[in-house]
């Protein structure tokens, strides 16, 4: 092989290897930030904070004031305190929000980002854009609550749990003292309410709610709505609001 071929061949060699490594990170680019993209999408993010709240992160143990754009990850807890509230956006900061109003105490489950630890307090959450394969589920002392695409409320206070559903359905299952859920579910639908008293007891059949609990749902909606509508900026037009009449059911364990 004289000299000319072989300074073509390596040439040759050099530009293919060239090429091999541009291809490679063009293909990875995609990746890292489809990565990127679906970690942000499934973070806590803290869109509304009034007065004071705390957290306590669980990578450092360190407590520190929540602030506005903070992110929760698994294992921190959020503590309210009375009079204030939080609002956490998961995943659409627009669509899907978490209002906790104090005083109030929750921990980001450690299994993921879709999972809270309630130990006392009050939530409402408008979950309107879940992914069709995203749920979310809020467990308490003597409750687990499951939903996918909804609007609820869930109040703790000692060992009893309330939750009322105000828009869709809520799946909702007695807890024992160790944590371990019961294999049969209460369906709490729109405008319904049920009450798990103690652990693994077996709530009273979803009862209609009443007008003072109506009028606390959209009491908490609306602040919702006042945080989304300053996301969103001057112009976006006010949406009326209103709690389906129930449906009482005669058993307490429902099928969708």
Do not use: C
């Not at 309630?118 to 854009?129: C, K, N």
């Not at 609550?145 to 309330?162: K, M, N, S, Y």
């Not at 299952?173 to 009450?195: F, I, L, W």
């Amino acid at each position: 092989m004289n000299l000319q071929n072989l300074n073509s061949n390596r040439l040759t060699r050099a530009a293919l290897l060239a090429l091999g490594f541009t291809l490679s990170s063009l293909l990875l680019i995609p990746a890292t930030t489809a990565s990127s993209q679906a970690k942000a999408a499934s973070a806590f993010q803290v869109m509304s904070v009034d007065n004071t709240a705390w957290v306590t992160r669980k990578a450092t143990a360190v407590k520190a004031t929540l602030k506005l754009g903070d992110e929760l990850q698994p294992g921190d807890r959020l503590d309210v305190f009375p009079g204030n509230h939080v609002q956490i956006a998961i995943g659409k900061p627009d669509e899907n929000i978490i209002h906790v109003e104090g005083p109030s105490v929750m921990t980001v489950s450690e299994t993921g980002l879709s999972e809270i630890e309630m130990t006392t307090g009050v939530l409402f959450a408008m979950l309107d854009e879940l992914g069709a394969d995203q749920g979310f589920r809020v467990n308490t002392p003597t409750a687990v609550a499951t939903v996918r695409g909804t609007r609820f409320e869930i109040t703790v206070r000692g060992l009893a749990t309330d939750v009322l559903t105000h828009e869709g359905a809520v799946h909702v299952y007695g807890r024992n003292a160790q944590g371990e859920a019961s294999e049969e579910y209460t369906s709490v639908k729109a405008g319904q309410s049920a009450r798990f008293a103690s652990y693994a007891s077996i709530p009273a059949p979803a009862a209609a709610m009443t007008p003072v609990e109506k009028a606390r749902g959209l009491k908490y909606l609306r602040k919702i709505r006042a945080t989304q509508k300053r996301l969103k900026g001057p112009g976006v037009p006010e949406k009326t609001e209103e709690i389906p009449e129930a449906t009482v059911e005669t058993t307490s364990h429902l099928e969708f």
